[in-house]
């Protein structure tokens, strides 16, 4: 008997040719754009903190790859730089380099490595390591630098509130949209990044260009993207058709905050997101449902951490309801 038999693995016996690797340095390259436009506004500072997020992602994989898992070291695949700029790009500038560490041993040691490594997280790494940070450190995550004249000074002296912390503050504070006109930036700033905020989330047009990369590259689909950014859009409308005064148009709700990072990037990922379109869909509208309440209704000035989050978690229920149908399944009509 011949022992050289040929084994088969299961269908789908489909051949593409885009791997791990190539899809993360896909993102990374989508991810330049807007990497270029905070190390304008921010300077020196938002530069070294990007490389420590980046060197503290790679070496906490490494040494849990070598020396807990004793098994193959996979960081040249991109993933831990992503998730290193994910979350440089998900905190303020002036934050402190060693919880700019422990953020990254957060998000690959625990959001990451704990479940078994890439493929295997049920919630996206970086926005784990944010909510870490934002929870343990509030002062530091909510002290936002301006943007900078001397790009070479590490830190800039003067910070702000960010455009929705000014708008949730006042409207506590019984102030009305029209009350607060003058306090907020206007929408040109907002698209192009001249605000202060999160390093990588305050120019719109940098992170437009990077997603439409990725649906060129066929990296991400168009459909979590749309419907986040279309539910946002209808869901704050209708509030703001109902009472102008008091909320405020979907416009801001879009170039405000890091929705269009995290609808862009963070909510596409692959492993912690559904599979199937319709699946996606019902993902993005969760996701920006979420966002607005957060925003409108809750405690903090911005959702959309919570809400990708949130919607990570139900991402297996999802994928239960929404099964792709199977090679040879009987179409009943």
């Known amino acids: 008997m011949n022992d050289n038999l040929l084994t088969v693995s299961l ?6 040719n885009m791997n791990v690797r190539k899809i993360m340095w896909g993102v990374i390259i989508a991810l330049i754009p807007a990497m270029l ?7 020196v500072g938002a530069f070294l903190l990007t490389l420590i997020a980046v060197a503290s992602c790679l070496i906490f994989e490494f040494l849990i790859q070598k020396y807990f898992f004793k098994g193959d070291v996979t960081i040249t695949d991109g ?22 560490i422990l953020g990254g041993l957060v998000s690959i040691g625990i959001a990451k490595m704990s479940f078994g490594g890439l493929g295997k997280n049920p919630f996206n790494p970086a926005l784990i390591g944010r909510v870490f940070l934002l929870i343990s450190f509030p002062v530091d995550m909510t002290s936002w630098p301006l943007p900078i004249e001397n790009r070479l000074v590490l830190v800039d002296a003067l910070t702000g509130p960010t455009a929705l912390g000014v708008l949730k503050e006042g409207i506590a504070n019984g102030q009305t949209i029209s009350d607060l006109a003058k306090e907020l930036p206007d929408y040109s700033r907002m698209f192009f990044g001249n605000i202060g905020g999160s390093v990588g989330e305050v120019s719109a047009i940098a992170i437009l260009i990077g997603g439409i990369y990725m649906l060129y590259r066929k990296i991400i689909s168009w459909h979590i993207p749309l419907s986040y950014i279309l539910t946002v859009v209808l869901f704050s409308g209708i509030l703001w058709i109902i009472n102008p005064e008091k909320y ?3 416009l801001f709700h879009v170039l405000a905050g890091g929705l269009l ?12 997101s ?3 379109f319709p699946g996606m869909l019902v993902f993005g509208v969760g996701c920006g449902v979420l966002t607005v309440l ?19 978690a139900f991402t297996p ?4 309801g929404f099964k792709p149908k199977r090679f040879g399944e009987v179409i009943k009509k």
Do not use: C
Request: proline share 8%; hydrophobic share 55%; no cysteine.
């Open 11 to 16: 269908s789908p016996h489909i051949h593409g």
């Open 37 to 43: 436009v905070s190390f304008w506004y921010f300077g």
């Open 79 to 100: 993933s831990a730089i992503v998730t290193g700029l994910l979350l440089a790009f998900n905190v303020p500038s002036s934050l402190p380099w060693w919880q700019m």
């Open 248 to 250: 405020i148009d979907p």
């Open 261 to 272: 990072l995290g609808a862009i990037f963070m909510a596409t990922d692959m492993v912690s």
């Open 274 to 276: 559904p599979m199937t």
């Open 294 to 312: 957060i925003r409108v209704f809750g405690a903090y000035p911005e959702g959309v951490s919570f809400a990708i989050l949130i919607m990570n």
């Open 317 to 320: 229920l999802i994928n239960k």
